[in-house]
């Protein structure tokens, strides 16, 4: 069965500080991984993907298959990265093409 | 920037009534889907649509619900009869690939309310 896991529901860090979101996945095969950001208000948006192995906005995540993570880093946050983040995975074998996402982390970077 | 519309964004109905959800996808996308979330629950699959037809569904698109384009242009997910468990919000998305990691782009939702 696909399983995205965000043990943290709540995160709160002071500006400057590091960050890291976790994201725990299950899935028998090779999943593609995602981190989807929700600003108040506003639409989920994709912030990357693990095939592109991106940096967005000082993002980074690195898919480690030996412990099935996807955590999401960023050395110095920002005020502005309080939001919602989502870990998704997309299976690649079935043809299916859904998402499955974990429950989100709520991020809160203090002043 | 292109973007996925969604109409209206808060719609409130009486339990039992039918509500259609509009969307209006990006006009190049050929993949479209419909996703929801209870409050305080994860983002759910519910359903995705290409060629005008369903490629996938979850156990959750049940026959209650259905969905068409019927024009081209916008994407309807339609609830036959609410039920109170319905309640959550919905959102819509477009890709222009069918695989998840040509990303995808969705909507700001609408938030059903089922009384």
């Known amino acids: 069965a696909q399983r995205v896991t965000q043990p943290e529901k709540l995160l709160s860090v002071f500006k400057g500080a590091p960050v890291e979101l976790k994201c725990n996945y299950s899935?028998?095969?090779?999943?593609?991984l995602f981190w989807y950001v929700q600003y108040s208000r506003q639409r989920l948006q994709l912030l990357l993907r693990?095939?592109s192995r991106e940096s967005i906005k000082g993002f980074t995540a690195d898919l480690n298959k030996g412990e099935t993570s996807f955590h999401l880093k960023k050395p110095f946050a920002q005020e502005e990265d309080s939001a919602m983040y989502y870990c998704?995975?997309?299976?690649?074998?079935?043809?299916?093409?859904?998402?499955?996402f974990g429950k989100g982390t709520k991020l809160t970077v203090n002043p | 920037e292109p973007e996925v519309t969604q109409t209206p964004s808060h719609q409130v109905t009486q339990m039992g009534q039918e509500v259609i959800l509009r969307c209006v996808p990006i006009?190049?996308?050929?993949?479209f889907y419909w996703y929801r979330q209870i409050l305080g629950q994860k983002v759910e699959f519910l359903v995705s649509?290409?060629?005008?037809?369903?490629?996938?569904k979850s156990e959750i698109f049940d026959d209650q619900f259905s969905v068409e384009r019927p024009d081209g242009s916008n994407f309807t997910l339609k609830i036959r009869s609410t039920k109170l468990e319905d309640s959550a919000m919905y959102f819509c998305?477009?890709?222009?690939?069918?695989?998840?990691?040509?990303?995808?782009?969705f909507g700001s939702g609408t938030r059903l309310t089922v009384v």
């Open positions: 998704a995975l997309s299976g690649t074998q079935g043809g299916s093409e859904k998402l499955v």
């Open positions: 899935y028998s095969g090779s999943p593609e």
């Open positions: 693990h095939i």
């Open positions: 006009s190049n996308h050929l993949y």
């Open positions: 649509f290409y060629n005008n037809e369903i490629s996938e």
């Open positions: 998305a477009s890709a222009r690939g069918r695989r998840a990691s040509y990303g995808y782009t």
